[in-house]
């Protein structure tokens, strides 16, 4: 079963989309099931003893705790990384202040019912695909006789010195021994992207593009190789236009 919830205010934005949803399960032999919170609050509380939803749609602007601090709360279990959650609004302003909850997503107010379902049938494809694979989004680090397991939302980027590799999260720097090209097998290539010979960058933590460097949402400029350039710019363009829907 697909568990789907959906988070929103607004009482007919609910039911569109309660409706649009159920309208997809023709195209999954799997049964979806939904679940409806009209305000942040209530989403946050049902999620306190661990997340049961494979996917969140979730509104931004809500009276009281808004989309974006009931997505820190869902983000704050690192269990929950592996949940799809897309956001729903009118703007498109909050594109930085959403890094940190790291969204599969965005779909447009008012909401175009063919862009949604397409929108929801891809996200529901890959929640099948990674219950299939199996596969965790943790990055395994191997440190001084111990294996440590980075999110991969955490990592803003990774750097390489000869035989060492150094991974950069917003608050930590870990150092051990590996190559890029060893830990560039271990990324997804949908959020990651090797810019330089030194360097792996994930896309949500980017904010600009240069010719020849990338600037990160803490301003922290990397470089980009003549060699990468144009592989860089056309996944990122790909990247952010898989998230808007």
Avoid: W
């Amino acid at each position: 079963m697909i568990h789907i919830a959906v988070c929103d205010d607004d009482l007919l934005t609910t039911e569109l989309v309660e409706r649009l949803i159920l309208d997809t399960q023709k195209s999954f032999s799997e049964k979806i099931d939904v679940s409806i919170f009209y305000s942040g609050e209530s989403f946050s509380k049902a999620i306190q003893s661990g997340c049961p939803f494979d996917i969140i749609l979730m509104d931004i602007e809500m009276e009281g705790m808004d989309g974006i601090k009931a997505g820190y709360v869902l983000r704050a279990n690192d269990e929950n990384d592996i949940v799809q959650l897309i956001y729903i609004s009118s703007h498109e302003e909050y594109h930085l202040q959403l890094f940190d909850v790291q969204p599969s997503g965005f779909i447009k107010k008012p909401i175009e019912p063919e862009i949604f379902k397409n929108k929801l049938i891809s996200t529901i494809q890959k929640v099948i695909r990674k219950r299939q694979q199996g596969k965790k989004n943790l990055l395994p680090v191997h440190q001084k006789g111990k294996e440590v397991l980075v999110p991969f939302r955490d990592i803003m980027y990774l750097e390489s010195s000869i035989r060492k590799a150094f991974l950069y999260t917003r608050n930590d720097k870990i150092e051990y021994y590996s190559t890029l090209n060893e830990e560039e097998k271990k990324l997804p290539v949908s959020d990651f992207i090797r810019i330089h010979q030194s360097y792996i960058v994930n896309f949500y933590f980017i904010k600009e593009i240069y010719n020849k460097k990338v600037v990160l949402v803490t301003g922290k400029e990397l470089p980009i190789s003549e060699k990468n350039g144009a592989s860089v710019r056309k996944n990122y363009l790909k990247f952010r236009g898989n998230l808007v829907g």
